[in-house]
């Protein structure tokens, strides 16, 4: 055990010692000391000794912490404690200060004994960095990744891969140390293959690149998708060409072209740049045309066609430069031939006589014209790629050749073989028709006439286009006068398939066209008017027979069928036409049906088949709707009017305004009561007056109107009286905001005939009373 006069001796040998006064042990040291005397081997003394002299200078720390690890070299705690300290200590100074070589020492001999432990390394490391000691610092972390097991690696890397990062760390170094970081996690390869780039370093990156997307389990870090990566290798292989060795770099564009189906205009560019940058340019010409006869849309084709182009161009510009330069050139050298002497100058002239073959000028002009000449085909060839069943693209491919009969007929030839009538845009019976049409324009019909023969054999997607091509192919018969083959035709199109045909479609399973385009009504209306123009009353009338046995027929074709036989004289057969109309449609369209049937009707026999006439009227009617009898009543009305008794008009008028619907009622009430004031004389309006009043089926206003019109008649009629108590009933339907003009009547009325009953007069805003 230490006396009391231990700390005092140490203070008085302390000079001899070299130590400063501030590192003296005081007073207040002294229980400290003697429980480090006591137990130097425990950490809990010296411990509380350094939180006890926390507040001491750091010199005087250092002693204690010294002393302190001189007899437990192993305490983690300590040494952690230690070296924080002293970095704190350091930071401040400059990086040449003493105080950092004192510190890496420090360093170097805690790792000694704590080299297991990855805190005090990463310490250590970020301290050599921060002192930009590269050489010793890149030798630090080769020891600490020897001394650290591997699962706390990551830990060290991210510190090693700062050091390479750094603008002092030679290229060669940053890059060894990339490569064997991708040993430990290889996940981080686009880290590497951009400090590759960023070096020049392109053989390398190249390598890395493919390696990459040779590997179907990589997954960027970066976000980035193969088809980015994929782009950034074309671009290092284009435009590093010449420093990039032993990779094809045409099997991998091509590989990423069949890949990538999107954005491959890049890809087929960049190929065709890479046998630029290695002066094969008939390679390049071939990559681009190529490219322009694959892409798939207009955006990737335009990209590949404006590199085409620029690349054309470019040629043609550096051969136009070098005739320019040698022209320049074999002016100086005939200088120099006259001054050296003749017979220079004879053996250069004679020399020049034979042809150049290598001035291709002209071709490369005519290559370049060719090229934008062709863009209009080129970019239809991308749109039928697209969608080759596009009829109209074809029509419009077509054009591009106005003036090159062959390519016309080649384009057509493909695009009847190419087009399924099943997935076709657009109506590709067209296709057939124009084909025929430019043949029959060139008078070959004979080979008009086999395209058409053929169309007729497509299984088109809706009975209309086939029948259209039965119709064009007769109408091209007719402008040639063929009358009888374009009968036939038609008698052709619209004959009936057998049942036996009908039962081997049936049991395929699938119904073509054909056997269903002799039910189509543009068929059997462009027949019926071929037989009209060119064949006999009877076979126009076994057409018409046909079409409506086949129940195909159209309100139109029934008139059209009637005007016919009435013309021909077959009024009786016109008449049962329309009796077959009118049983076949419904009122909506049978109601031109009707009215002209009626009206024939009527105009044929007059009086004579009153009654008949009536039954056709009352039938009529019975089968319209409300809202179309008004037309039929009418015309029945006027027939009774003109052939029949006014009494059974003034019925038919009774029974209109009943089946009217409300809206027409007023209409017809005015009309019912024109008539009967015309046919039997004024007063006898009375009664229907008061039934349209007293019906219950008239809107207010229309009541208001028509008390208005009856007290106008009674007034003329002179029946005073009467007319006002119609004014005092219609007041019941009126209100004096809404119809003003009716009180105003009223009281202009009873002004005139001075009729007011009281002391009080209506005012002509309404029934409000005044005094007289």
């Given at each position: 055990?230490?006396?009391?006069?231990?700390?005092?001796?140490?203070?008085?040998?302390?000079?001899?010692?070299?130590?400063?006064?501030?590192?003296?042990?005081?007073?207040?040291?002294?229980?400290?000391?003697?429980?480090?005397?006591?137990?130097?081997?425990?950490?809990?003394?010296?411990?509380?000794?350094?939180?006890?002299?926390?507040?001491?200078?750091?010199?005087?720390?250092?002693?204690?912490?010294?002393?302190?690890?001189?007899?437990?070299?192993?305490?983690?705690?300590?040494?952690?404690?230690?070296?924080?300290?002293?970095?704190?200590?350091?930071?401040?100074?400059?990086?040449?200060?003493?105080?950092?070589?004192?510190?890496?020492?420090?360093?170097?001999?805690?790792?000694?004994?704590?080299?297991?432990?990855?805190?005090?390394?990463?310490?250590?490391?970020?301290?050599?960095?921060?002192?930009?000691?590269?050489?010793?610092?890149?030798?630090?972390?080769?020891?600490?990744?020897?001394?650290?097991?591997?699962?706390?690696?990551?830990?060290?890397?991210?510190?090693?891969?700062?050091?390479?990062?750094?603008?002092?760390?030679?290229?060669?170094?940053?890059?060894?140390?990339?490569?064997?970081?991708?040993?430990?996690?290889?996940?981080?390869?686009?880290?590497?293959?951009?400090?590759?780039?960023?070096?020049?370093?392109?053989?390398?990156?190249?390598?890395?690149?493919?390696?990459?997307?040779?590997?179907?389990?990589?997954?960027?870090?970066?976000?980035?998708?193969?088809?980015?990566?994929?782009?950034?290798?074309?671009?290092?292989?284009?435009?590093?060409?010449?420093?990039?060795?032993?990779?094809?770099?045409?099997?991998?564009?091509?590989?990423?072209?069949?890949?990538?189906?999107?954005?491959?205009?890049?890809?087929?560019?960049?190929?065709?740049?890479?046998?630029?940058?290695?002066?094969?340019?008939?390679?390049?010409?071939?990559?681009?045309?190529?490219?322009?006869?694959?892409?798939?849309?207009?955006?990737?084709?335009?990209?590949?066609?404006?590199?085409?182009?620029?690349?054309?161009?470019?040629?043609?510009?550096?051969?136009?430069?070098?005739?320019?330069?040698?022209?320049?050139?074999?002016?100086?050298?005939?200088?120099?031939?006259?001054?050296?002497?003749?017979?220079?100058?004879?053996?250069?002239?004679?020399?020049?006589?034979?042809?150049?073959?290598?001035?291709?000028?002209?071709?490369?002009?005519?290559?370049?014209?060719?090229?934008?000449?062709?863009?209009?085909?080129?970019?239809?060839?991308?749109?039928?790629?697209?969608?080759?069943?596009?009829?109209?693209?074809?029509?419009?491919?077509?054009?591009?050749?106005?003036?090159?009969?062959?390519?016309?007929?080649?384009?057509?030839?493909?695009?009847?073989?190419?087009?399924?009538?099943?997935?076709?845009?657009?109506?590709?019976?067209?296709?057939?028709?124009?084909?025929?049409?430019?043949?029959e324009k060139h008078n070959h019909l004979d080979s008009a006439e086999e395209i058409f023969k053929r169309a007729t054999q497509v299984n088109?997607?809706?009975?209309?286009?086939?029948?259209?091509?039965?119709?064009?192919?007769?109408?091209?018969?007719?402008?040639?006068?063929?009358?009888?083959?374009?009968?036939?035709?038609?008698?052709?199109?619209?004959?009936?398939?057998?049942?036996?045909?009908?039962?081997?479609?049936?049991?395929?399973?699938?119904?073509?066209?054909?056997?269903?385009?002799?039910?189509?009504?543009?068929?059997?209306?462009?027949?019926?008017?071929?037989?009209?123009?060119?064949?006999?009353?009877?076979?126009?009338?076994?057409?018409?027979?046909?079409?409506?046995?086949l129940r195909i027929a159209t309100p139109q074709i029934i008139l059209n069928y009637a005007f016919l036989l009435e013309e021909n004289k077959?009024?009786?057969?016109?008449?049962?036409?329309?009796?077959?109309?009118?049983?076949?449609?419904?009122?909506?369209?049978?109601?031109?049906?009707?009215?002209?049937?009626?009206?024939?009707?009527?105009?044929?026999?007059?009086?004579?088949?009153?009654?008949?006439?009536?039954?056709?009227?009352?039938?009529?009617?019975?089968?319209?709707?409300?809202?179309?009898?008004?037309?039929?009543?009418?015309?029945?009305?006027?027939?009774?009017?003109?052939?029949?008794?006014?009494?059974?008009?003034?019925?038919?008028?009774?029974?209109?305004?009943?089946?009217?619907?409300?809206?027409?009622?007023?209409?017809?009430?005015?009309?019912?009561?024109?008539?009967?004031?015309?046919?039997?004389?004024?007063?006898?309006?009375?009664?229907?007056?008061?039934?349209?009043?007293?019906?219950?089926?008239?809107?207010?206003?229309?009541?208001?109107?028509?008390?208005?019109?009856?007290?106008?008649?009674?007034?003329?009629?002179?029946?005073?009286?009467?007319?006002?108590?119609?004014?005092?009933?219609?007041?019941?339907?009126?209100?004096?905001?809404?119809?003003?003009?009716?009180?105003?009547?009223?009281?202009?009325?009873?002004?005139?005939?001075?009729?007011?009953?009281?002391?009080?007069?209506?005012?002509?805003?309404?029934?409000?009373?005044?005094?007289?």
């Open positions: 055990m230490p006396s009391a006069t231990a700390v005092p001796v140490a203070v008085a040998a302390a000079p001899a010692l070299g130590i400063s006064p501030e590192m003296y042990p005081t007073e207040d040291d002294l229980p400290y000391e003697e429980e480090i005397l006591r137990e130097p081997f425990k950490l809990k003394g010296w411990w509380r000794y350094l939180v006890a002299g926390a507040a001491a200078p750091f010199a005087k720390r250092a002693v204690i912490y010294e002393r302190a690890l001189k007899v437990l070299p192993g305490s983690y705690k300590l040494w952690h404690a230690y070296l924080r300290e002293r970095l704190d200590h350091a930071r401040p100074r400059p990086v040449s200060h003493s105080a950092y070589a004192s510190l890496n020492n420090t360093f170097e001999r805690a790792l000694a004994a704590m080299h297991k432990m990855p805190h005090v390394w990463v310490l250590y490391l970020n301290s050599l960095l921060d002192q930009r000691l590269l050489t010793r610092a890149r030798r630090a972390f080769d020891r600490a990744l020897r001394a650290l097991p591997v699962t706390q690696h990551d830990r060290i890397w991210p510190l090693y891969l700062r050091l390479a990062s750094l603008p002092a760390c030679p290229v060669e170094t940053s890059l060894r140390v990339f490569r064997r970081y991708l040993q430990y996690d290889p996940s981080h390869a686009e880290d590497f293959i951009d400090s590759l780039i960023s070096a020049n370093r392109w053989q390398e990156s190249a390598d890395r690149l493919a390696s990459v997307l040779n590997d179907d389990s990589f997954r960027s870090v970066k976000g980035k998708t193969r088809h980015q990566l994929w782009l950034e290798l074309c671009e290092i292989l284009t435009k590093h060409a010449d420093e990039v060795a032993g990779l094809k770099v045409d099997a991998i564009l091509q590989g990423g072209i069949r890949k990538f189906t999107n954005e491959v205009g890049k890809l087929w560019t960049s190929l065709a740049d890479y046998y630029v940058r290695r002066t094969l340019h008939e390679k390049a010409r071939d990559v681009f045309e190529e490219g322009v006869a694959s892409v798939m849309t207009v955006q990737e084709f335009s990209v590949v066609f404006e590199a085409f182009t620029q690349f054309e161009q470019s040629m043609l510009a550096a051969k136009l430069e070098a005739a320019e330069e040698e022209d320049v050139w074999s002016e100086g050298e005939g200088e120099a031939v006259r001054k050296n002497g003749v017979e220079k100058l004879s053996k250069k002239f004679l020399a020049g006589c034979w042809p150049n073959d290598e001035d291709d000028t002209d071709l490369r002009l005519a290559r370049f014209e060719r090229l934008l000449d062709r863009r209009p085909e080129l970019l239809s060839s991308v749109l039928l790629r697209q969608n080759p069943h596009n009829v109209e693209e074809w029509h419009r491919r077509v054009k591009l050749f106005e003036k090159d009969p062959a390519r016309q007929v080649a384009t057509y030839v493909e695009a009847v073989k190419t087009v399924d009538p099943m997935k076709a845009a657009g109506k590709p019976h067209t296709l057939w028709v124009v084909f025929a049409k430019m043949y088109f997607k809706a009975v209309d286009h086939l029948a259209s091509i039965w119709c064009e192919w007769a109408e091209m018969e007719l402008r040639h006068n063929n009358f009888d083959k374009a009968i036939e035709l038609m008698r052709q199109a619209t004959a009936e398939p057998s049942v036996e045909v009908k039962r081997r479609a049936a049991a395929e399973g699938d119904e073509p066209v054909q056997l269903k385009v002799h039910k189509s009504l543009k068929l059997w209306s462009f027949y019926v008017d071929l037989e009209e123009s060119l064949g006999t009353l009877e076979s126009t009338r076994a057409v018409y027979e046909r079409i409506l046995d077959y009024f009786e057969d016109a008449f049962k036409v329309y009796e077959r109309g009118v049983k076949i449609f419904k009122f909506r369209h049978v109601k031109d049906i009707w009215v002209t049937y009626l009206t024939k009707f009527v105009r044929r026999y007059q009086r004579s088949k009153l009654e008949r006439a009536r039954e056709l009227f009352d039938e009529a009617v019975k089968q319209a709707p409300p809202q179309e009898k008004k037309a039929i009543y009418l015309q029945y009305a006027k027939v009774e009017e003109d052939y029949g008794l006014a009494k059974r008009a003034m019925n038919v008028y009774e029974e209109a305004v009943r089946a009217l619907p409300n809206s027409e009622k007023m209409g017809m009430y005015e009309i019912y009561i024109a008539r009967a004031a015309e046919l039997f004389g004024v007063p006898i309006t009375r009664q229907i007056y008061e039934q349209a009043i007293e019906s219950g089926c008239l809107p207010d206003r229309d009541v208001m109107t028509m008390c208005m019109k009856f007290a106008e008649l009674e007034r003329n009629l002179g029946e005073i009286d009467r007319a006002r108590s119609i004014y005092v009933h219609a007041s019941n339907y009126t209100d004096p905001n809404s119809h003003p003009e009716f009180w105003k009547k009223w009281n202009e009325f009873e002004i005139q005939h001075d009729t007011f009953h009281s002391p009080r007069v209506l005012d002509a805003e309404g029934p409000e009373a005044k005094p007289r």
